[in-house]
């Protein structure tokens, strides 16, 4: 008994039969050997093979669609015989001279019936056409509904309850892992802070070198400087941003600026004031305590120095400096340190040399909810009209201030239809409105301005 006893037969190819049943139906009828009946019951035949298939629906219309578009003309002589010999060829030439006999009446009997044919064949032309292609496309969508509603259903079940509770459990992950690194800060600063503080007695102590407890205050410095950079970006605004907010105190710099007497940018943070002076063929050069900030303008290819504002303008000679700007500098200092620093800067500078400082104008109460208190190192805001006094004691002359950063008008509180002027209720109203708006939405920067 061979292997291949028993086994189940192979499925046969319903493509390829059909194909070599067309094949051959249409040599035949090419031949003149069949008959339309004949041709009719061999694809009958071949549409029983195809009714295996899953588009049999589709391939038994198609099938009655070339039947129609065939017969669809009875006025066709049918004569045809497949017997050979002389007898079939005498009946075939009486079939055709009776049929050429009878032709004209059977062409007025048939006319309607070849006119309903005609279009009945038309019609199913449009048809089957356009329900081949619906069908698929059918089945497409029910695929994707199927498809909506197992995922639907998976959702519902446990796995899809389970992948729910995953998803919660990693962005639980992530934000403890947020709170870890930002944990992780506040340890290192306060762990610095301690180290330092131990150097600094022990150096004060004789038990390490001052050069150990300056390395220990840089180092504390480096790791507050990263913080306050990220800080800059996050809440600062963009460097073009900023370049455009400063870009009014070029004026009061181009005179008096020069090569050999720059304008000075204590405390040049990003360097966005430096790149406008370069842009604009201004010398200057910046001076930031923060490392970071320091080493970033570097990279911009801007002249920065690592140093502290006072002790930076101490070690410069008098009369020196074109300008000078302390942009949102003096409300981190105390009241020494900015006496001090004022001093010092109005003794650098050449005469026309001009003195600027921006910062946060207290005067506008929206400035507390906002900018002043969201920088953790400020100290204390700067009033307008005192700055205008500091200046003026250093011996600065034409001071003026120049008010910054307006507040939007949509941002502000709306008056009502019907004017200011006027005894109303509306009147009053509206003049009350503006005057809260000057109080809480005035401008949030002013910048005071002297010269030498």
């Known amino acids: 008994m061979s292997q291949d006893q028993g086994a189940a037969p192979p499925k046969p190819d319903v493509a390829a039969l059909l194909a070599e049943v067309e094949a051959a139906v249409q040599e035949k009828k090419a031949r003149g050997l069949y008959n339309p009946a004949e041709v009719r019951r061999v694809e009958e035949a071949a549409l029983d093979l195809s009714r295996a298939a899953d588009d049999g629906a589709l391939a038994e219309l198609a099938l009655r669609q070339a ?170 605004g963009t460097r073009e941003e900023i370049k455009r907010r400063q870009a009014v105190y070029l004026p009061y710099f181009t005179e008096a600026a020069g ?99 921006e910062t946060v104008n207290p005067q506008s109460l929206s400035t507390f909810a906002g900018a002043f208190y969201l920088d953790l190192t400020h100290i204390k805001p700067i009033h307008p009209e005192a700055a205008r006094f500091l200046w003026r004691a250093q011996g600065l002359g034409q001071v003026e201030v120049i008010f910054l950063s307006p507040v939007p008008a949509e941002h502000k509180l709306e008056p009502v239809a019907g004017g200011e002027s006027g005894a109303d209720l509306t009147g009053a109203f509206n003049r009350n409105v503006k005057r809260l708006n000057e109080l809480i939405y005035g401008p949030q920067d002013y910048a005071v301005v002297g010269r030498k």
């Not at 032709?103 to 199913?124: G, H, S």
């Not at 802070?193 to 390395?215: F, H, K």
């Not at 000679?317 to 010092?344: C, F, K, R, Y």
């Open 67 to 236: 039947n129609l578009q065939q017969l669809w003309d009875p006025k066709v002589c049918g004569v045809v015989t497949h017997r050979g010999g002389l007898a079939g060829r005498l009946v075939v030439g009486m079939k055709r001279l009776l049929h050429r006999i009878t032709r004209p009446y059977l062409n007025i009997v048939l006319a309607r019936q070849t006119a309903f044919n005609d279009e009945l064949v038309k019609l199913l032309n449009v048809m089957v056409p356009q329900h081949s292609d619906l069908r698929p496309r059918m089945l497409q969508s029910e695929r994707r509904l199927d498809a909506a509603e197992d995922l639907g259903r998976f959702l519902a079940s446990d796995h899809g309850h389970r992948i729910k509770e995953l998803e919660r459990a990693g962005e639980a992950r992530l934000s403890a892992l947020e709170r870890r690194a930002l944990s992780g800060q506040a340890e290192q600063e306060t762990l610095l802070a301690r180290l330092q503080e131990i150097v600094e007695s022990q150096a004060r102590a004789g038990l390490a070198s001052p050069e150990a407890a300056a390395a220990m205050g840089a180092l504390r410095a480096q790791s507050r400087g990263a913080a306050y950079l990220a800080f800059e970006d996050l809440h600062r």
């Open 259 to 357: 090569a050999g007497n720059p304008v000075l940018d204590l405390g040049c943070g990003r360097g966005e004031f430096l790149e406008l002076c370069r842009e604009q063929g201004i010398a200057a050069r910046g001076v930031d305590v923060n490392p970071q900030m320091a080493a970033f303008c570097r990279e911009q290819g801007l002249e920065v120095a690592e140093a502290e504002a006072v002790a930076h303008l101490r070690s410069l000679p008098e009369g020196g400096l074109g300008g000078i700007l302390l942009s949102q500098v003096i409300e981190h200092l105390t009241l020494d340190e900015l006496m001090e620093l004022t001093a010092l800067c109005a003794s650098r500078l050449k005469p026309g040399g001009a003195l600027i400082a």
